[in-house]
């Protein structure tokens, strides 16, 4: 057991298929269902309430689309898509492209809104942001536990699943058009902290930072949110250095960072295997674990307790404190 | 404090074991009896009977029924006590707590999580070991180490060339690197080329493929959950087809520091040959035999702490991704926590001492 090994170093990748487009249909205004499957007809990977796949469209862009169909069936991947007025050409291209048949490449699946065993959830949702909480009802319908749902929209008619939703399950879902009934009532629906409740919320990024605001006064951890685009976050780069060095201690390899450079793209040149997928801080695949050293976060898809805890870092963006950081890669 | 996750289907036995006499087994550290009525159905109760407490598994079955062995208090498949000889009537609602079962041969699976929830989940399905172009055999063992050890140890197999040095193609000193590992949510996956080497004894024996010549070799495997490995090794043959085996292992924890593996071998070649079941049979004993010894030796001297605190290799890149996996389906049923499940250190004694902090942000 002499010379080091020669051989490349591990490409770790997430599963990545072309799917093709099994079925296309108009649920509400503005808004396409694509059911999507393997072309063979092979099952496709389990998936968990939460999670998310990437299209990575032609055009060169990948987006990211909450899994909304039923997650015990493998032969499926469901998810829906909202045509944004100022699209930079993802929901556009998935609106005027992806016809029936259409073949798709897709990446996943991830989850960083996983369903935390609770006795009771409050789910919010606003426009498009049903998609995940959808299967989560599922879920939480099945297994029995106690939950409401409060879904906003502009309308009636631009709101997906809401007849539905409401007829199946009166009493649990209030649905809430802002042409009828004006903004979502947060004040009412998160009043009185519970401690045995867990708050679910994906919609735009007005709706998460007003539910941010009003659990303010809940309990640490009770909030879970996900956001469709990056979080603006102030990043107080004055404590930047100029260079810092990132050691990878299971591959044993040490690289120097300069301020002004990604950290995973460095990683990549030097060929430690790693996966990244946005490079903008939304997407998470390529969080590493922090072994040693103090991450200079400017991602948003970590909450504060998670940036405060210093153990964990998305590599795309961020950087470093001080001037060695130790990570599990 | 356990390390494995409740709300997942593990598998309990396997089909031929549960027969006319009831069995107990320890399962994720509760004692558990299985048994099969005479309609074919299989049922698993907490192997206590609800009376005395003696052991059910000390019982016997009878027609679709099961019937302690100290009073005769006798149990339909729903764990209601229908009938105690002592009295006219079984007491109201005596019962003992039954656990969901799925038999889906050539596996019992039992849900030892919140009933309500094995609803929403299926176990994984093994077509392979039913499909007619495949050929399978099964062996089942107890090691003493923390079932994630198993995973791991399955997962890295960069030790062959140590443990198993007289099973693997001779010149391979060292294994190669993983060419790819291939991560979802739920699983993950992973291959390694061996490209160009001998074949090793038995699978020149079981193969019947010409020993002079060279051929490209694999391993790869897949995580598929916390009760399921599957591993392949394959050889092209000179036609460029691929002589596989396949091991499948339904690992489920006894205790903290035991677990069970009933483990199934496949095979597409050669399929009706008896000698190569034995071949095969003869160099998995062997593979078993050592991985059981040095498992335990590690559990023994250092336990699923130690051995998870240990500095990880690249060739660990696929246990690392299955223990996360984990770490995320407790931390999901642990509950509320500030850090969400997948984004920090899960399980306890991770990388003891490593996590030193690095210097205080500072404004030099």
Known sequence: MSAPISTPTAQVREFTAELVVRSRTSVADGVVLLDLADPSGAALPRWEPGAHIDLCLENGLTRQYSLCGDFDDHSIWRIGVLLDPNSRGGSKFVHEQLREGCRVRVRGPRNHFQLVEAPRYRFIAGGIGITPILAMVEQVHRTGQDWTLLYGGRTRASMAFADELATRFPGRVTIWPQDERGLLDLETALKDPADDTLVYCCGPEGLLTAVEQHCAHWPAGVLHVERFAAKQITVDDSAALDRFEVVCRRSGVTIEVAAHESILERLEAAGVPITGSCYEGICGTCEARVLEGSPLHRDSVLNDAERDSGSVMMVCVSGSRGERLVLDL | ?364
């Open chain 2, 1 to 364: 404090m356990t390390n494995f996750p409740k709300k997942c289907w593990y598998v309990a036995a396997t089909c031929g074991e549960l027969g006319r006499a009831p069995v107990g087994r320890r399962l994720l550290g509760k004692d558990v009896v299985l048994w099969r009525g005479a309609d074919g159905r299989v049922a698993a109760f907490e192997n206590r009977c609800a009376h005395r407490g003696f052991p059910l598994d000390r019982g016997r079955i009878e027609g679709q029924t099961l019937v302690c062995g100290y009073h005769g208090c006798t149990y339909d498949r729903d764990g209601c006590c229908r009938y105690t000889p002592a009295q006219a009537q079984a007491p109201v609602d005596m019962r003992v707590t039954v656990y969901p079962v799925r038999e889906d041969p050539p596996f019992v699976w039992i849900w030892l999580g919140p009933p309500a929830a094995a609803a929403t989940v299926e176990p994984p399905a093994t077509p392979w070991i039913d499909e007619p172009f495949w050929t399978t055999f099964g062996n089942s063992w107890r090691v003493r180490a923390n079932y994630m050890m198993v995973h791991e140890h399955l997962l890295d197999f960069s030790y062959a060339p140590v443990v198993h040095a007289g099973d693997v193609p001779s010149g391979l000193d060292r294994m190669p690197a993983f060419s790819q590992v291939e991560v979802t949510e739920t699983t993950v996956s992973y291959l390694r080329r061996i490209p160009g080497m001998p074949l090793t004894d038995w699978q020149r024996r079981a193969t019947g493929l010409d020993p002079n010549l060279r051929y490209d070799h694999s391993e790869s495997g897949t995580f598929v959950s916390p009760a399921m490995h599957r591993q392949y090794w394959a050889v092209e043959g000179p036609d460029g087809r691929q002589y596989v085996t396949t091991r499948t292992h339904a690992i489920t924890p006894e205790t903290e520091e035991s677990s069970h593996v009933f483990m199934q071998s496949s095979r597409n070649y050669r399929l009706d040959d008896s000698e190569v079941t034995a071949v095969l049979r003869t160099f998995l004993d062997r593979v078993v035999a050592r991985d059981i010894e040095v498992l335990e030796m590690v559990g023994a001297h250092s336990g699923y702490d130690g051995w998870r605190g240990g500095v990880e290799f690249q060739s660990d890149a696929a246990a690392a991704r299955a223990r996360r996996i984990v770490g995320v389906m407790l931390a999901r049923e642990a509950g509320r926590a500030p850090i969400r499940p997948g984004f920090a250190p899960t399980q306890r004694g991770y990388a003891r001492g490593a996590r030193r902090r690095g210097p205080a942000p500072s404004a030099s």
